[in-house]
C-alpha cells in the first residue's frame, strides 16, 4: 500500500502500472496544495483527480485520491478544511510548517496525515506532548522513502529526522511512503521493508507501517468523509426529569411531536405523584402495623405480669 505518489493524469498509468508490478494493490494519488493558494482571494483547490485504471487479471487494485495541503497560518488549515472541494476526497493531510502549526494541526480531527518535510532541518524539536494529541485522534505521521535515492545530504538528513521522530513516537502511528514523482522512485514492498529499518524500526513495526498501517489510515478517512447524519435513539424518558425537556426538542427524536412532548411529561408527572403517594400509604401502613405490634407486645407483657 503507497498512500503517496505525486505524477499527473498523463503520467499516473505508467506508475501505477509499476506499483502493481511491485506488489501493490492500493494506492494514493497526491496533490499538492502550497499555503499561497489558501490565503486571500487566492484561494484555490483542485478537484480530485479522475483517473480509470484496471489490471487485466488482477480483481483487485484500488486507486484512491488524496490531497495535501501546506500550512503556515491557521487560517490557511481553516481555508482548506472547510472547502467543499477538500471534503470530496479520500485521504486528507497536511505539512504543517513551525513547531505552533504542528501543535494546532496535532488538535484537528478532520485530517489522517501529518506530513513533515523531513529532508531539511526542522528548526525546533518534537515534543512528545504535542505528538500525543495527534495519535490521541487517529493521526498518522508520513515518512517518505523516495528522498533516500535523491542524494547523499537529503539522505543523511532524512535518517536523522526520522530516527527521531519514530524515537517520540515509539515507532506507532508512523506510515511509510513512497513520496514518487517518477518510476524510478518507486521500490517493491520486501525493499522498503527493509530500508525503513534505517529509520528506527524493527522488523515488526517496519512491516506494520509498510503494510497494515495505510488500511487504518483509510479507515479513518472513511469516519469522516463517509459518514452522514443520523440520530440517537433514547430509552427511558420517564426518568427525565421535566426540566431538561428540551433535550427532546433539541435532539429531534423520531416520533415525538412537539405538542406530544408536554402532554407526555404532564403524564410523567402524574404518575410519578401516584406513586409517590402509594409509596407514602405504603410507609403509613407499615408504620401503623408496626405500632399494633408493639402496643400488642406491651399489652402481653403486663398481662404475663398480672397472671403471675
Request: hydrophobic share 35%.
Amino acid at each position: 500500500m503507497d498512500l503517496n505518489i505525486q505524477v499527473s493524469i498523463a503520467e499516473s498509468k505508467q506508475m501505477l502500472q509499476k506499483a502493481c508490478e511491485y506488489g501493490y494493490r492500493t494506492v494514493a494519488i497526491n496533490t499538492i496544495v502550497d499555503s499561497n493558494k489558501l490565503s486571500g482571494k487566492n484561494i484555490y483547490i483542485p478537484k480530485p483527480k479522475l483517473i480509470d485504471f484496471k489490471v487485466n487479471g488482477l480483481k483487485r487494485f484500488q486507486v484512491c485520491n488524496r490531497i495535501t495541503a501546506i500550512v503556515e497560518d491557521s487560517i490557511h488549515c481553516d481555508n482548506f478544511l472547510r472547502s467543499p472541494i477538500t471534503k470530496k476526497y479520500d485521504i486528507i493531510a497536511v505539512q504543517p510548517i513551525g513547531e505552533k502549526m504542528l501543535q494546532h494541526v496535532s488538535s484537528l480531527s478532520d485530517i489522517d496525515i501529518i506530513s513533515l518535510n523531513l529532508t531539511e532541518n526542522l528548526g525546533y524539536s518534537l515534543k512528545r506532548n504535542i505528538i500525543a494529541l495527534a495519535k490521541e485522534k487517529g493521526i498518522y505521521f508520513e515518512i517518505c522513502y523516495s528522498h533516500c535515492f535523491r542524494g547523499e545530504t537529503q539522505f543523511k538528513v532524512l535518517i536523522r529526522n526520522a530516527d527521531l521522530l519514530v524515537d517520540v513516537l515509539k515507532g506507532e502511528n508512523i506510515l511509510i511512503s513512497s513520496g514518487a514523482s517518477l518510476p524510478l522512485d518507486l521500490r517493491s514492498v520486501e525493499t522498503v521493508m527493509n530500508l525503513v529499518l534505517l529509520f528506527g524500526l524493527n522488523k515488526n513495526q517496519a512491516e506494520e507501517s509498510v503494510r497494515k498501517n495505510g488500511e487504518v489510515v483509510l479507515k479513518h478517512a472513511r469516519s469522516h468523509n463517509k459518514t452522514s447524519c443520523g440520530y440517537v435513539s433514547l430509552s427511558g424518558f420517564i426518568k427525565l426529569p421535566k426540566h431538561q425537556g428540551w433535550i427532546v426538542h433539541a435532539c429531534k427524536v423520531p416520533k415525538l411531536e412537539a405538542s406530544g412532548s408536554s402532554s407526555y411529561f404532564k403524564q410523567h408527572n402524574n404518575v410519578s405523584k401516584r406513586k409517590a403517594i402509594e409509596i407514602s400509604d405504603d410507609k403509613n401502613n407499615k408504620r401503623s402495623s408496626s405500632n399494633k405490634r408493639a402496643i400488642d407486645d406491651k399489652d402481653n407483657k403486663v398481662n404475663k405480669k398480672v397472671c403471675s
